[in-house]
């Protein structure tokens, strides 16, 4: 690989404030903003819009879509062309 091209590799946190929900991975992502970890160590920040706290396939709040209806509506629609 060539030197010096590629981005830093370090823990960042990723946290979800709609779900109160944050965790520590590595990444390449930047921030200027940082917070205190459970281990005492001071790591950047990325806010995100959904997680799998927030996701609704994995809260289990999703909604089911009536596909039934659906499929007899293109039926009535196209029939037999």
Not at 69 to 81: A, C, H, I, L, N
């Amino acid at each position: 690989m060539k030197q010096g091209i590629h981005p830093d590799y370090r823990p960042v946190v990723f946290r979800d404030p709609s779900a109160d929900f944050a965790f520590l991975t590595r990444s390449t992502a930047t921030s200027d903003r940082s917070v205190e970890w459970e281990d005492g160590n001071v790591y950047p920040v990325v806010d995100v819009d959904v997680s799998s706290a927030s996701h609704p396939f994995y809260t289990g709040r999703g909604r089911v879509l009536d596909t039934a209806g659906r499929v007899e509506r293109f039926r009535q629609r196209y029939g037999k062309r």
